[in-house]
C-alpha cells in the first residue's frame, strides 16, 4: 500500500500546533521556577535540618523518583478529587510536573551543597554575615555554579516530560497534535510536525540556559 505524503494539513493548522508549543513553554518555565524552589528547600532540609525532617524529605525524594509520572500526574488529577480537592487539567499538570522535578532538583542541589566545604560556612560566620547571608552567598550560589550543567539539562528534559500531560487533555504541543490527528489522519505528518517543534524547543531552552549561566555564573 503506497502512502502519499500531504504536509498541507501542518501548514493549515502550523497556528495551532505554535499555540500548543506556546503552551508547552509556559508550563514548563512555571514548573522550571517551582520545581527549583522546592528542590532548594528540600534539600536545604536534607543536608541541615533535623531528623523528622531528613527522614520526610528522603522518603518524598524515594518515592517519587521511583514511580512513573504518568501514575504521579494521574493521581493528582483523577485521585485529588476523591479527597475534594479538583484541579483543572492545566493546574494538575503544573502541580505534578513540579513534585516530579522538584524530587529531581533535591538530589542535584544537595550535591552541590555538600560540595561546599564546611571551612567556607565557618568562614562567612566569622565575618559576621548572618546564617542567611551565609546560605545565599557562600552555599547556594556556589552550589548552583557547581551543579547548573546538571540542573540545565533536567530541565530540558523537564521540558520534554511535558508531552505527558497531553494524557489529562492538557492543551499543550503533543495534544495539539492528537487533536488534529483525530480529525485529519494525517499521523506520520503531524507527529513529525511536532517531534521537529520539540527539536527546535529543546535547542532554544539550552541555548537559553547557556546564556543564564554566561552572566550569571561564568562571568563571575
Do not use: C
Not at 520545581?35 to 524515594?62: D, N, Q
Not at 552567598?137 to 552550589?143: D, G, K, S, T
Request: glycine content about 6%.
Amino acid at each position: 500500500m503506497r502512502y502519499e505524503f500531504n504536509f498541507r494539513v501542518v501548514f493549515q493548522n502550523l497556528d495551532f500546533l505554535l499555540q500548543g508549543a506556546w503552551l508547552t513553554i509556559q508550563l514548563s518555565v512555571v514548573t522550571m521556577t517551582l520545581g527549583l524552589v522546592v528542590g532548594i528547600v528540600v534539600a536545604l532540609g536534607l543536608t541541615s535540618g533535623p531528623r523528622a525532617v531528613r527522614w520526610l524529605g528522603r522518603g518524598y525524594v524515594e518515592v517519587i523518583r521511583n514511580t512513573p509520572l504518568l501514575v504521579q500526574l494521574f493521581i493528582v488529577y483523577f485521585g485529588l478529587p476523591s479527597a475534594g480537592l479538583k484541579l483543572t487539567a492545566g493546574q494538575a499538570a503544573v502541580v505534578a510536573l513540579t513534585i516530579n522535578l522538584g524530587a529531581y532538583t533535591t538530589e542535584i542541589v544537595r550535591a552541590g551543597i555538600e560540595a561546599i566545604h564546611r571551612s567556607q560556612i565557618e568562614a562567612g560566620l566569622s565575618l559576621g554575615l548572618s546564617w542567611l547571608q551565609v546560605f545565599r552567598h557562600v552555599v547556594l550560589f556556589p552550589a548552583l555554579k557547581v551543579v547548573y550543567p546538571a540542573l540545565a539539562s533536567q530541565f530540558v528534559l523537564l521540558m520534554l516530560a511535558t508531552s505527558v500531560v497531553s494524557q489529562i487533555a492538557a492543551h499543550e504541543l503533543l495534544y495539539a497534535a492528537a487533536f488534529l490527528e483525530s480529525r485529519t489522519f494525517r499521523s506520520f505528518e503531524l507527529y513529525l510536525a511536532a517531534t521537529l517543534i520539540y527539536l527546535v524547543l529543546s535547542l532554544l531552552f539550552r541555548a537559553a540556559f547557556q546564556t543564564i549561566n554566561h552572566y550569571a555564573f561564568a562571568r563571575r
